[in-house]
Each structure stands twice: as structure tokens, then as C-alpha cells.
């Protein structure tokens, strides 16, 4: 049986210098002020909702059944003000991509990332997917989950069973698809996201969660200031389509070496770096030293400014960053506030861009009798 875990945690860390170096819906308020009565709604059939999660340490997460986003996530700074890290919108036809064309803390499925051309072989079939960013496969296609809404239990006040059926040939994928995700959240400051899917034929999968952080609290601001630490000796480069080549380069000597703690503007806007160029800043995937050991620290984000931390702890081989490099100012989020160019940051754990045309790197096939399986945890500290 194949094996696919993502777990992302944050434990308790020292200070990081910014430098270069039975359905129950929420109350109708959440600690965010997101009203819930907005996300009541009607899509494709189904029926929208925000739920939100409390813990018994006091953080709070607002989620919607609506590609299974994360809407708000309240978390203390260093004075023990609750602070909201993650990007979104105030009410769900915000994230309706007739709206807004966003991932913005949506549950990715069926494929995280990008599909070369959207094409692959399984078994000797060449299948065709449909194309939507630079002629690949982008985030399971035009119509991923996140644009699609999840099955929705809330058994408890800290935990939320989602659940996803999805058809052979969704967006061209084959199988008969049945995922769960849950979001528990835990004492400690932790969020728990666990997924586990089911095919009925051979495909591809490779789930994850696409959440934008500003762990300054203050989403008008970049993330430029925050320090990032990535246990990482190797990315996969890209081309100017934000293809992989199918290469491990060394970060050694380069802009994408995060082995110690820099801040994230410190080499951002070099240019004259060719992936610099490529990706329009950081959109790269970065080979994590962790070999698969969960107790092992695979990178950290921390924003100097609120004192707000945030490991990452994970099985997965590698980890996507991307600076929101494309978010232009044409997008206002939550509070009315603009969403500027890198004022938030994503953080995928999940197996290597294009794997399915990469047969030298880990796979992501899942077979009939296999269980994908992948479990998350966040964990906010203060500094």
C-alpha cells in the first residue's frame, strides 16, 4: 500500500532575526468579525457555509465547505493580541472564480501544482488534461476543488469533516475519486489537517493546502520583512512557464539558499538570478533535507514585527514557496483591505511539480486498493 503524508507542524522556537543571513454551522460572529450569514449559499447545488473552530488554547479558525478554504485563522502575537495570518474574503461569492480567480487557503486537489502541458501515462494510456496557467495543468485544472464545494460535518467545536466525491474524468483525471479532509484544531496553537483518498482506477493525486500567510496580522503590508528557514540543500528549477526542467539544483551560493534564516525581500528582486526572473520572484519548489522525518524541522516562517512563528514539519519530499507574486492590487480582501503584490506568502508541502512526467522523483500514482493519506499541523509560537 502506497503512502502519501503532509504534515506541517510549528513547535516552539527561538527567535528568528530578520536579516539576510451532525452538521453544526458557526455563531453567526467569529472572533475574525467575518459574518457567517454571507457565506450561506447555494453552488452548483450544494450548499455553502462558514464553520469556525475554536480551541481550548484560544485560537480560531473560520473554514468554508467551499473548496474547503481556510476563511480566517486567529492567532496570538507576542502581547496576546489575535491576529489574523491568512488572506481571504469576507463573504463566499468573493471566491467565486467568476469574482476573484484565487486559491486563497483552498483544499488543492486533485493535483497540487503544475502537469507539463497537462499531459501524462499511466499504464501505457496517454491522458489529456485540460490547460489554465502557461499551457500546463495548474492546481487540478479550472475546475479543481478549490472551485468546487466539499460534503461538510462538524462533529464537534474544534473539528471539521469535509468530504469530496469525485468522478471519473474530473477535469480530465481518471478514477472515481472519494477524499476526506479534516481540520482539528488542537491545545498548543495547533491546527491538525488530515487527508486521505480512494480510487476506483489508477490516477494521480497529490493534495495540499493553499493558504496565503501574513503572520504580521496585517495584510496591507508585504511579507518582505518575514524570515524564512528552509531545511533544504536543492530546488527543482523552472523554466520562464513555471515548468520544472527536471533537474535538483543546488541552492549553495545562490538567491534560494535558506538553510539560515533570511528575510524573504533580502535577494527577492534579483533579477539578473535567472529563477529569480523565471518566477517573478520565489514560485519554486525546494528538496527538503528532511528525508520524510516529521520530528525534523523542514523550514520556518516568522514575522519580526508581531513576534508570530511557524514551523513547518512534513513527509512530503518537498515544499512549494510562492511570495504572492501576482497578487496586483486588483484583488480586496477581507476588512476592504487591497491585496497588494507579496502580501502573502504560500507554503505546499506535497510531492514535486509534474512528478507524473518525472520518473526519477517521488511518485504520486495511487492504485486501486492503495490509500493516498496526508496529514497536516500547524503550530503558532511567539518569539
Known amino acids: 500500500m502506497k503512502h502519501h503524508v503532509l504534515i506541517l507542524a510549528v513547535a516552539s522556537a527561538s527567535l528568528v532575526l530578520a536579516s539576510c543571513g451532525g452538521q453544526k454551522t458557526s455563531a453567526t460572529h467569529s472572533a475574525s468579525g467575518i459574518d457567517a450569514a454571507k457565506f ?17 488554547s484560544g485560537i480560531e479558525a473560520d473554514i468554508t465547505n467551499y473548496g474547503g478554504r481556510i476563511v480566517s485563522l486567529m492567532v496570538p502575537d ?58 500546463h495543468s495548474l492546481h487540478g485544472g479550472p475546475n479543481g476543488w478549490q472551485y468546487q464545494v466539499y460534503s461538510a460535518e462538524q462533529p464537534n467545536d474544534s473539528t471539521l469533516v469535509l468530504t469530496m466525491d469525485s468522478p471519473d474524468g474530473d477535469n480530465g483525471f481518471p478514477g472515481n475519486i472519494h477524499a476526506v479532509v479534516t481540520y482539528t484544531l488542537l491545545p498548543g496553537n495547533k491546527l491538525d489537517i488530515a487527508y486521505s483518498a480512494t480510487t476506483d482506477r489508477p490516477t494521480v493525486i497529490n493534495l495540499t493546502n493553499h493558504s496565503y500567510f ?19 540543500s536543492g530546488f527543482t528549477p523552472i523554466d520562464s512557464t513555471y515548468m520544472t526542467t527536471g533537474e535538483i539544483l543546488p541552492v549553495e551560493n545562490t538567491p534560494m539558499d535558506f538553510r539560515s534564516a533570511k528575510a524573504i525581500g533580502c535577494e527577492i528582486d534579483n533579477f539578473e538570478y535567472e529563477q529569480l526572473k523565471n518566477g517573478n520572484g520565489y514560485d519554486h519548489n525546494w528538496v527538503l533535507d528532511t528525508k520524510g522525518d516529521i520530528n525534523t524541522i523542514a523550514a520556518t516562517l516568522s514575522a519580526p514585527s508581531t513576534g508570530i512563528g511557524m514551523n513547518i ?66 503550530e503558532f509560537y511567539n518569539f
Open 40 to 56: 450561506a449559499d447555494t453552488r452548483d447545488g450544494k450548499p455553502t457555509a462558514l464553520y469556525t473552530l475554536r480551541s481550548s
Open 78 to 135: 507576542r502581547d496576546g493580541n489575535m491576529l489574523d495570518v491568512v488572506l481571504g474574503f469576507d463573504s463566499i461569492a468573493a471566491y467565486y472564480p467568476e469574482n476573484n480567480k484565487t486559491d486563497f487557503g483552498a483544499a488543492i486537489g486533485r493535483y497540487g501544482n503544475r502537469i507539463d502541458h497537462g499531459r501524462l501515462v499511466i499504464d501505457g494510456d496517454s491522458i489529456q488534461l485540460p490547460v489554465n496557467n502557461f499551457g
Open 214 to 232: 501574513n503572520l504580521g496580522g496585517d495584510a496591507s503590508r508585504a511579507i518582505l520583512d518575514h524570515d524564512l528557514e528552509i531545511n533544504s
Open 313 to 378: 514539519y512534513t513527509t512530503e519530499p518537498g515544499i512549494q514557496v510562492y511570495s504572492g507574486n501576482f497578487l496586483d492590487g486588483t484583488v480586496t480582501g477581507k476588512g476592504g483591505v487591497v491585496y497588494n503584490q507579496r502580501t502573502g506568502i504560500a507554503m505546499e508541502t506535497q510531492h514535486y511539480p509534474d512528478s507524473p512526467n518525472k520518473p526519477q522523483w517521488p511518485s504520486t500514482l495511487v492504485r486501486p486498493g492503495e490509500t493516498y493519506s496526508s496529514h497536516t499541523v500547524l
